[in-house]
Nanobody
Protein backbone atom coordinates (compact mmCIF):
# COMPACT_ATOMS: atom_id res chain seq x y z
CA UNK A 1 0.00 0.00 0.00
CA UNK A 2 1.46 3.33 -1.03
CA UNK A 3 1.69 6.03 1.60
CA UNK A 4 2.52 9.69 1.17
CA UNK A 5 5.14 10.82 3.65
CA UNK A 6 5.19 14.50 4.60
CA UNK A 7 7.86 16.40 6.48
CA UNK A 8 8.84 19.94 7.38
CA UNK A 9 5.99 21.16 9.55
CA UNK A 10 6.54 22.98 12.82
CA UNK A 11 6.17 26.26 14.61
CA UNK A 12 7.43 29.54 13.21
CA UNK A 13 7.00 33.21 14.05
CA UNK A 14 4.92 35.51 11.84
CA UNK A 15 6.93 36.58 8.83
CA UNK A 16 9.02 33.44 8.94
CA UNK A 17 9.45 30.62 6.45
CA UNK A 18 8.99 26.88 6.32
CA UNK A 19 9.43 24.26 3.63
CA UNK A 20 7.25 21.16 3.42
CA UNK A 21 8.10 18.10 1.38
CA UNK A 22 6.08 15.05 0.34
CA UNK A 23 6.93 11.82 -1.42
CA UNK A 24 5.44 8.34 -1.72
CA UNK A 25 6.85 5.67 0.58
CA UNK A 26 7.64 3.24 -2.23
CA UNK A 27 7.78 2.95 -5.99
CA UNK A 28 4.71 3.91 -7.99
CA UNK A 29 3.70 3.34 -11.59
CA UNK A 30 2.77 6.95 -12.25
CA UNK A 31 1.96 10.17 -10.42
CA UNK A 32 0.01 12.94 -12.04
CA UNK A 33 -1.11 16.00 -10.12
CA UNK A 34 0.44 16.53 -6.68
CA UNK A 35 -0.45 19.23 -4.24
CA UNK A 36 -0.98 20.59 -0.76
CA UNK A 37 -4.21 21.25 1.06
CA UNK A 38 -4.76 22.57 4.55
CA UNK A 39 -7.47 22.30 7.15
CA UNK A 40 -8.36 24.10 10.34
CA UNK A 41 -10.60 22.37 12.86
CA UNK A 42 -14.23 23.04 12.03
CA UNK A 43 -13.53 24.24 8.52
CA UNK A 44 -13.36 22.57 5.13
CA UNK A 45 -10.07 21.43 3.66
CA UNK A 46 -8.84 24.00 1.15
CA UNK A 47 -6.38 24.02 -1.70
CA UNK A 48 -3.03 25.60 -0.97
CA UNK A 49 -1.18 24.73 -4.17
CA UNK A 50 -1.00 21.96 -6.72
CA UNK A 51 1.22 21.16 -9.68
CA UNK A 52 0.86 18.95 -12.70
CA UNK A 53 3.61 16.62 -13.84
CA UNK A 54 4.62 19.22 -16.43
CA UNK A 55 4.97 21.88 -13.75
CA UNK A 56 1.82 23.91 -14.24
CA UNK A 57 0.94 25.28 -10.81
CA UNK A 58 -2.29 26.48 -9.26
CA UNK A 59 -2.47 28.40 -5.95
CA UNK A 60 -5.16 29.28 -3.47
CA UNK A 61 -5.87 33.00 -3.42
CA UNK A 62 -4.71 33.47 0.17
CA UNK A 63 -1.17 32.18 -0.52
CA UNK A 64 -0.43 33.66 -3.95
CA UNK A 65 2.84 35.54 -3.94
CA UNK A 66 3.97 34.00 -0.64
CA UNK A 67 4.05 30.24 -1.27
CA UNK A 68 5.81 28.37 -4.06
CA UNK A 69 5.23 24.76 -5.03
CA UNK A 70 7.92 22.83 -6.87
CA UNK A 71 8.35 19.29 -8.05
CA UNK A 72 11.17 16.81 -8.59
CA UNK A 73 9.73 14.24 -10.98
CA UNK A 74 12.56 11.66 -10.80
CA UNK A 75 12.12 11.61 -7.03
CA UNK A 76 8.31 11.89 -7.16
CA UNK A 77 8.67 14.64 -4.56
CA UNK A 78 6.95 17.97 -4.15
CA UNK A 79 8.00 20.88 -2.01
CA UNK A 80 6.08 23.82 -0.64
CA UNK A 81 8.18 26.86 0.18
CA UNK A 82 6.15 29.05 2.51
CA UNK A 83 7.37 32.63 3.06
CA UNK A 84 5.92 35.59 4.92
CA UNK A 85 3.87 33.26 7.06
CA UNK A 86 0.87 34.66 8.89
CA UNK A 87 -1.04 33.37 11.92
CA UNK A 88 -3.95 32.55 9.60
CA UNK A 89 -1.70 30.05 7.80
CA UNK A 90 -1.85 27.89 10.92
CA UNK A 91 -3.40 24.55 9.94
CA UNK A 92 -2.73 20.90 9.31
CA UNK A 93 -1.22 20.63 5.84
CA UNK A 94 -2.01 17.53 3.78
CA UNK A 95 -0.20 16.26 0.73
CA UNK A 96 -2.31 14.82 -2.08
CA UNK A 97 -1.20 12.87 -5.12
CA UNK A 98 -3.06 11.25 -7.99
CA UNK A 99 -1.33 7.89 -8.31
CA UNK A 100 -1.91 5.56 -11.20
CA UNK A 101 -1.58 1.85 -11.89
CA UNK A 102 -1.07 0.22 -15.25
CA UNK A 103 1.38 -1.69 -17.37
CA UNK A 104 3.98 -1.28 -20.11
CA UNK A 105 2.93 -2.15 -23.66
CA UNK A 106 5.02 -4.03 -26.22
CA UNK A 107 6.79 -0.78 -27.11
CA UNK A 108 7.73 -0.04 -23.53
CA UNK A 109 5.19 2.76 -23.21
CA UNK A 110 3.16 3.24 -20.06
CA UNK A 111 -0.54 2.37 -20.30
CA UNK A 112 -2.52 3.90 -17.46
CA UNK A 113 -5.37 1.72 -16.19
CA UNK A 114 -6.56 3.46 -13.02
CA UNK A 115 -5.77 6.59 -11.08
CA UNK A 116 -6.74 7.34 -7.49
CA UNK A 117 -6.16 10.23 -5.06
CA UNK A 118 -3.90 9.49 -2.10
CA UNK A 119 -3.56 11.64 1.00
CA UNK A 120 -0.76 12.03 3.48
CA UNK A 121 -1.29 11.88 7.24
CA UNK A 122 -0.93 15.63 7.63
CA UNK A 123 1.71 17.85 9.20
CA UNK A 124 0.99 20.69 11.61
CA UNK A 125 2.11 24.21 10.74
CA UNK A 126 1.74 26.77 13.52
CA UNK A 127 2.47 30.46 12.99
CA UNK A 128 2.61 32.23 16.31
CA UNK A 129 4.71 34.71 18.22
Amino acid sequence: QVRLVESGGGKVQPGGSLTLSCAPSGSVFSINTMGWYRQVAGKERELVAETSRSGNANYGDSVKGRFTISRDNPKNTIYLQMNSLKPEDTAVYYCKADIGTGYYDDYGEKVLVNEFPYWGQGTQVTVSA
